[in-house]
């Protein structure tokens, strides 16, 4: 069903829901266009459409071939949206979901392709704050790029931002997706242009590998990992595209390259990657983690399930029907004492195919056999042994054999 979007626009279809709000298929005077219509709670509230408002100009002003351009804001009773440029096609997340992984030169590709629209951005004083495979679109209608790869374009610009008011998230809070937090704001400085490159750079690991290098389990184990943890080796890509993944996921923000640094090194990168096969390691089971120590409000509770990545809302009061793919968080920002309390050292490692991760079940399981195993033969080498000694010690009792000369004693 149609419905208005201000004086300008018509909603036709609904294209996807997120926590935050609806995407619709929508008509404007200038063609087809893409509607993010953000929740009726979200508009009532005047603080954010303030808000809203002021972030008006940085965003219509960002333009770049690999940013879903905003063409308008509309703030029109109980509707607030953005007005974006309409990507034929679909996001990042739904192509990784079905092939599980990409061809280095594919991935190297569209992450180079975000890191140019990033590099656009921050130029123009903005940061992403949100940067995900859920918020990367891939154009099916434009040309084919390296490794296959379609042009790549980011979205969401501003609804992070928007969304994390004073009076919705205090200073003790922490608004984002677990998986792709940059350590600093874990800790609770302010966001960067860099928390985005640390945010590509793991989309860039989870393309490669099929796992982000830090997730799995508890989203407050998930965010000790960020600040506690160092990633471990991918096996079988280049050294050197190795080393411009650890220096955009650096616990020091100052350490990490700029995003027109890691596009233009990210391309030089390609002529090498031609031809190179998906990687063949296995994602690290994930066993269900602790909940955090310190009591925490109803809201910010969640339950302890052994799923992959964490997965709450970004806003408080978002129903789980409104958010299929989304996987924003709004926690507390965990004390020093939480952060340090972690196990310190090496991530969760990738595995050659069919291997378990150490500590996982299937790894106790077989520790556990290869002990029972070991037990057993000890058991067995113990018994021989001792019908070794049992034969020893008999032969020595025994009467002498006869021998010639002598008769062996008679029988009683």
Not at 380 to 396: E, H, P, R, Y
């Amino acid at each position: 069903m149609a419905r208005k979007i201000g004086s300008r626009y018509t909603a036709h279809q609904i294209l996807g829901r997120g926590s935050a709000g609806t995407v619709w298929l929508g008509e404007g005077p200038e063609g087809p266009v893409a509607i993010k219509l953000l929740r009726e709670d979200l508009a009532s509230d005047q603080e954010l459409v303030g808000r809203f408002v002021q972030e008006r100009t940085a965003l219509l002003g960002l333009e770049h071939p690999h940013v879903v351009s905003v063409r308008d804001l509309v703030v029109d009773g109980n509707d607030l949206a953005l007005v974006m440029d309409l990507v034929r096609g679909t996001d990042l997340r739904t192509r990784l979901t079905r092939e599980r992984r990409l061809a280095p030169e594919a991935a190297v590709a569209i992450v180079a392709d975000v890191a140019e629209g990033l590099a656009a951005a921050h130029a123009a004083g903005v940061v992403h704050r949100d940067v995900k495979p859920e918020n990367v679109l891939l154009d099916m209608q434009g040309p084919i790029g390296p490794g296959g790869s379609h042009r790549a374009l980011l979205t969401d610009f501003g609804v992070a931002k928007l969304i994390d008011t004073p009076r919705r998230t205090r200073a003790t809070k922490i608004i984002g997706t677990p998986d792709y937090l940059a350590p600093e704001i874990v800790e609770g400085l302010p966001p960067r242009a860099s928390v985005d490159i640390y945010a590509l750079a793991t989309v860039l690991y989870e393309l490669l590998a099929g796992f982000t290098p830090f997730g799995g389990g508890h989203p407050g184990a998930v965010l000790r990992r960020h600040v506690t943890e160092t990633v471990v080796p991918l096996p079988g890509i280049p050294d050197e595209l190795w080393q411009l993944i650890v220096q955009c996921l650096a616990k020091a923000p100052a350490s990490r390259l700029r995003a027109s640094e890691l596009a233009a090194r990210l391309r030089e990168q390609l002529p090498v990657l031609v031809g190179m096969p998906p990687l063949d390691v296995d994602e690290p089971e994930t066993e269900p983690e602790e909940e955090p120590s310190r009591e925490a409000p109803p809201e910010e509770r969640v339950p302890r399930t052994p799923v992959r990545r964490g997965a709450v809302p970004l806003v408080p009061g978002a129903k789980p029907a409104d958010s299929n793919r989304d996987t924003h968080t709004s926690m507390r920002v965990p004390a020093p004492d939480e952060l340090a309390g972690g196990a310190h050292g090496t991530a969760r490692a990738p595995r050659a195919s069919g291997a378990p991760r150490p500590g996982s079940a299937r790894h106790r399981a077989a520790t556990r056999r290869r002990r029972l195993v070991l037990g057993v033969g000890a058991l067995v080498l113990v018994a021989a042994a001792g019908v070794g000694t049992w034969a020893a010690t008999s032969g020595d009792d025994a009467a002498p054999a006869p021998t010639p000369g002598n008769s062996a004693p008679a029988a009683p």
